[in-house]
Structure formats: C-alpha cells, structure tokens
C-alpha cells in the first residue's frame, strides 16, 4: 500500500487489530535479534498491551516517519530493515 507515503510527518492513531498475526509469534523472534531487545522481560513489556487497552483499542498517538520503496525483496531482508519494521522482508510487502 502506498498510504503512508502521505503520512510521512503527520500523527497519526495506532490501532490494535482483533486477529493475531498467524506468524507464530516472528515478531519476537525479530526483536530479540542483535540490536533489538535485551531481556525477555523487556520483550514482554514491549509486545503485550498495557492494562486497560485491549484488541480493538486506540494504543498510541504516533508520528509517521519516511516510508522507502524497496522492489527487491533482498533489501527488505536486510537485518536492520526487519528490525526495524519488525516483520520478515517477505511479510511487509514492498513498502
């Protein structure tokens, strides 16, 4: 989708899908790679909701930062690039 190439500088809410992602879990994975996430309990504090929030909630209030076209799916699957979007560089799709 090309939506937020729009966006990029605006605020903008972030909202907690109903379904879980049938990955097994990757974004774990992901974030617990070199430069991520040190500590399991950090991992837990950063992927769980907070108390109160649950699926289907407004979690955030965000700044949408420069979105890049990268076609080849090689670069998408570039270590710091799936850090960063915290998803395989075949899941995330070309944007």
């Known amino acids: ?7 990029a500088g605006k605020w ?6 109903q379904r879980t992602y049938p990955d ?3 974004h774990r994975e992901i974030m617990q790679r ?14 769980n909701l907070p108390a109160g929030f ?8 965000l700044e949408v930062g420069e979105t ?3 076609e080849r799916q090689a670069d998408r ?7 960063g ?3 395989t560089g075949q899941a995330m799709g070309r944007y």
């Open 68 to 70: 890049a076209l990268m």
């Open 77 to 83: 699957e570039a270590p710091e690039v799936e850090l």
């Open 85 to 87: 979007a915290v998803a």
């Open 24 to 26: 097994g879990g990757m």
């Open 54 to 61: 649950s699926k289907g909630h407004v979690v955030a209030i």
């Open 12 to 17: 903008c809410c972030l909202h907690v899908g």
């Open 34 to 47: 070199p430069g991520g996430v040190k500590t399991e309990g950090e991992l837990d504090r950063l992927t």
């Open 1 to 7: 989708s090309t939506v937020f190439r729009r966006l």
